[in-house]
């Protein structure tokens, strides 16, 4: 088997599961207590995707273990407090077998695309960061269907810029193979990279990102004394935009704070910014996909990366 769709059932087991507090009055649910298998989904309804995939990062000579990402952030969401999140749905897992990456990635999209013509809200849980060429497979077969050419604003937040355009493809690919994707289909790709890492990337990866005419903005320069004009800048963009398409590369974030990637990052951005740039995008009504990319249990501290990436995720499921 190339890559397995596992469905439902499987990533319920021994993961969505937590403390119950039966004593307590008022509503003490978890997010355990309100995830969901199967395929009936209410409109706008969250529903995780998991993608359990090494390949990418191993082709682009990184550390691996991401594969075992999706199921670890699962765990440390299970226990967070449900508050306003009614349902949760689990769609399972992707599962690249060795290195069937392509075979992967193709049945990610299928999946994605899916959830999005039944209306749920899909996010995707990496995985190293050939997720996002899946992830925007699905979202392109779903407008597509539409016949909607209505502009995708990709917004990554990343200390690499990912626009590597040497074959076969890889982590550092993704976002080279959605820009000829655009070009093949005549479609503006507008990709914004925020936080990237001038120690991270050569200046061939800068070069060729003034060629495909990316919009960027450096993590000396994504601190929160800069936030407002950060913010203005991204509603600008987003105002332009029909849609929006986010990705987080978890190594944008200080290693300190996340030091569970392939590539931990010495400067990196603050959580706050983070957060306040995913608060935006959620704001506009315009996301129609998102995913976290990157964490690799296997260098996770104390669990610390895992509660750091749970949540994120909880931001984009509220």
């Not at 990635?105 to 695309?113: E, H, I, K, S, Y």
């Not at 936080?195 to 003034?210: I, P």
């Amino acid at each position: 088997m190339n890559a397995a769709v596992l469905r439902e059932g499987q990533p319920m087991q021994g993961v969505w599961r937590g403390r119950v507090d039966h004593g307590e009055a008022g509503d003490t649910r978890r997010l355990f207590n309100v995830v969901r298998a199967g395929t009936q989904r209410e409109p706008g309804a969250p529903v995780l995707i998991g993608f359990c995939c090494d390949a990418g990062v191993a082709r682009n000579q990184g550390r691996v273990g991401a594969a075992a990402g999706p199921h670890e952030i699962r765990r440390a969401l299970a226990g967070v407090p449900a508050h306003d999140v009614q349902a949760l749905h689990d769609a399972g897992d992707v599962v690249c077998e060795g290195d069937w990456l392509e075979a992967a990635q193709q049945a990610l999209g299928g999946v994605v695309a899916a959830e999005l013509a039944a209306g749920a809200r899909p996010l995707v849980l990496g995985g190293g960061h050939e997720v996002a060429w899946g992830t925007w497979q699905g979202l392109r077969a779903h407008l597509d269907a539409r016949d909607d050419r209505g502009r995708v604003l990709v917004v990554n937040l990343d200390a690499h810029f990912d626009l590597r355009s040497s074959r076969p493809a890889s982590s550092g690919t993704p976002f080279d193979q959605i820009a000829d994707d655009c070009r093949e289909r005549g479609l503006r790709f507008d990709y914004a990279c925020l936080g990237v890492s001038r120690l991270g990337n050569t200046a061939a990866l800068f070069e060729r990102a003034r060629l495909l005419d990316v919009r960027w903005v450096e993590d000396v320069l994504m601190q929160e004394r800069h936030l407002d004009a950060r913010l203005a800048e991204l509603q600008g963009w987003i105002d332009a935009a029909a849609h929006v398409y986010l990705s987080i590369d978890l190594d944008v974030l200080p290693a300190a704070v996340m030091p569970a990637v392939s590539a931990p990052a010495a400067y990196g951005v603050p959580l706050t910014v983070v957060e306040a740039v995913l608060e935006v995008i959620m704001a506009s009504g315009k996301l129609r996909v998102a995913e976290l990319a990157e964490f690799n249990p296997a260098y996770d501290r104390d669990g610390c990366g895992a509660r750091v990436a749970a949540r994120l995720a909880y931001r984009l499921l509220a």
